[in-house]
């Protein structure tokens, strides 16, 4: 049970390790683009080049859903974003339950955007859990964890393949103990949890009272939706993609341009640190380096 691109290396591995995948349940299909045509989610479409068979309900609670699950009988079913809240008749129906690939290190960050919290809230690391899925939202207990570093300006689109990727292969020893009894089950410390909640435009307004690393931070974090934003530039709403930290203070008043040129947008922050923009989206055109914007658009600096 997955939808988008996080748990298709998960679906592959299954895959490659000679399980028998009898059956993949996404999301229905979504309307995208300009024309609106219903697109496939990223798990469907490797289903089908596979020839498993998908299901895509709308609903899981009226019985339909646990109706298919019956007929498909599997042993296990495995959990990777797949974006729905299992209800308990189908958690209970496997011979060995219901797990589920998760994006953090739990009982940290909970809920659905953990990737993205790790980054905002300036996270040294992350990883990935694989827990038995209980009723409560990610509390089940922990069978397997793997641990990396976040790179200092790796951002969320980064983060989400490389632990998509980490989380396909720690599933395949896992699903091996599961298998032979010997897998283990730790509980989750409830004095440990924090969640990580849907994001928001309400996340998207910089503030440059806040430190450098603060907003280098979200940045990195609000990737690829909904993006830090600022009219600190030109005075319109201008998302920010990609910044750094060159290491360099100034004296000036938070939110003053200090240096617009080749090597970006210097702007002073609230410690007195300075953050250097690289790539950004004015309001009406494409996502462009700095450099290539102030080509068109000459800034004036203090």
């Known amino acids: 049970m997955g939808t988008p691109a996080f748990a298709v290396p998960s ?4 895959i490659d390790a000679g399980h028998q995948v009898v059956g993949v349940f996404a999301q229905p299909d979504k309307p995208k683009g300009r024309g609106m045509k219903l697109q496939a989610p ?8 596979h020839g ?26 495995v959990v990777a974003a797949y974006g729905r809240i299992l209800p308990d008749e189908i958690l209970h129906y496997p011979k ?3 797990i589920n690939v998760h994006s953090s290190l739990l ?46 300006d790796e951002d969320a689109d980064a983060l989400y393949q490389r632990l998509a990727e980490m989380g396909g292969e720690l599933l395949i020893p896992t699903v091996a103990e599961i298998a032979a009894g010997t897998a283990g089950r730790t509980p989750q410390d409830p004095a440990q949890v924090t969640f990580a909640p849907m994001l928001s435009r309400e996340l998207s307004p910089v503030d440059w009272s806040r ?50 040129g080749k090597s970006g947008i210097d702007i002073v922050c609230g410690d007195g640190k300075v953050l250097r923009i690289l790539e950004l989206q004015a309001a009406g055109k494409k996502r462009m380096k700095a450099a290539d914007y102030l080509r068109g658009h000459p800034l004036s600096v203090s």
Request: aromatic share 6%; glycine share 8%.
């Open 52 to 77: 498993i068979p998908v299901f895509q309900p709308t609903k899981l609670r009226d019985g339909s859903a646990l109706e298919q699950i019956r007929s498909l009988d599997p042993e296990l079913i």
């Open 211 to 260: 430190p450098a690393q603060a907003i280098h931070d979200q940045v990195r974090g609000l990737l690829p939706w909904p993006a830090a934003v600022t009219e600190a530039i030109t005075g319109e709403p201008m998302k920010l993609f990609v910044t750094t930290l060159p290491g360099e203070t100034a004296s000036a008043a938070p939110g003053t341009i200090l240096a617009a």
């Open 11 to 14: 679906l592959e591995k299954l």
């Open 42 to 49: 990223p798990v469907k479409e490797h289903a089908v080049a």
């Open 96 to 98: 060995f339950g219901c």
């Open 107 to 152: 009982p940290r960050y909970r809920g659905a955007a953990p990737i993205n919290w790790a980054i905002l809230n300036g996270d040294a690391e992350t990883g990935v859990t694989i827990m038995y899925m209980a009723t409560e939202l990610d509390a089940g207990d922990i069978i397997a964890q793997v641990h990396t570093p976040i790179g200092p």
